[in-house]
Structure formats: C-alpha cells, structure tokens
C-alpha cells in the first residue's frame, strides 16, 4: 500500500460518511427514532466496505448512529496531515478545519491483501494524548 493509495482509501471512506451524515442529518434532528432503521441500513453497507468487523467502537457507531454538523467527515475541507505506513499498518492524521477543528488518526489494517479501518482516535488538547473515538 502506498500512501497515494491509502490516502485514497481514506477520502472515499470520508465522502461514504460526509454523504450519509449530510443525508440523515436534518431527518435525525426531526425524528431520530423515525428514521433510525433507516440510517442503520445504509450506514452498514459503508462500514462492511471500509471498517473492519472488530474495528475500536463499530458497533458502537452501528447501534447507536449519530450524525453532526459539520460533519467530522469531510474530505473537501480537513487535511491530511501526516501518513505512516508500517507493513500491515497504515495511519492517517488528518486536521479538521470546521466546528472544532478536531485533529483524528485513522489506523487502517491489512488482513488478507484488504485494506480496512481498524480504529480512528481523537488527539485530546488538553493531556495531548489519542483517544478511541467512535467511527
């Protein structure tokens, strides 16, 4: 994998989630529980795609789908900061620029000649330390 390729992975990742949370988005703050089924259904398909099955915190984000404005995801306007890759390992800071303007590491994993998102973490300003956020 290079990080061309990884880079890659993780903005079609991003544009999936930018446009699920852009869609569910004005219905959740309506009704939640109206269209929860809904947003599971499509929110499944993009994490079978992208985001392995023992990934930190899916089923988490699966069970309990939330969306937000902005949305974390949005790979027209955060930045990709920094990439590493490490034989089966590949991570991805990237620098939000809406709302908080939160900085997240994406670690994508290799199993099987497959690349997936294993776990996304949030650098806390206050001890500047990662912690396991939800995908």
Not at 37 to 43: K, M, N, R
Not at 45 to 52: A, G, K, L, Q, S
Not at 103 to 109: I, K, L, N, V
């Given at each position: 994998m290079t990080e061309q390729e990884i880079s890659l992975l993780y903005r079609k990742f991003s544009s999936e989630m930018k446009e699920w949370n852009d869609k569910f988005y004005p219905l959740m703050k309506e009704n939640a529980a109206s269209v929860m089924?809904?947003?599971?259904?499509?929110?499944s398909?993009?994490?079978?795609?992208?985001?392995?099955e023992d990934a930190k915190r899916r089923n988490e984000r699966l069970n309990k789908p939330s969306?937000?404005?902005?949305?974390?995801y949005d790979p027209e306007?955060?930045?990709?900061?920094d990439i590493?890759?490490?034989?089966?390992?590949?991570?991805?800071r990237i620098q939000t620029h809406a709302g908080f303007r939160d900085?997240?590491?994406?670690?994508?994993?290799n199993k099987n000649e497959c690349w997936?998102?294993?776990?996304?973490?949030?650098?806390?300003?206050?001890?500047?330390?990662?912690?396991?956020?939800?995908?």
């Open positions: 089924d809904q947003a599971i259904g499509e929110l398909p993009i994490f079978d795609t992208y985001v392995w969306t937000h404005k902005p949305c974390d306007s955060n930045t990709i900061e590493e890759l490490s034989g089966s390992k590949a991570t991805i900085t997240f590491r994406y670690t994508f994993t997936k998102l294993y776990k996304r973490e949030i650098l806390d300003d206050e001890s500047n330390k990662w912690k396991i956020h939800h995908i």
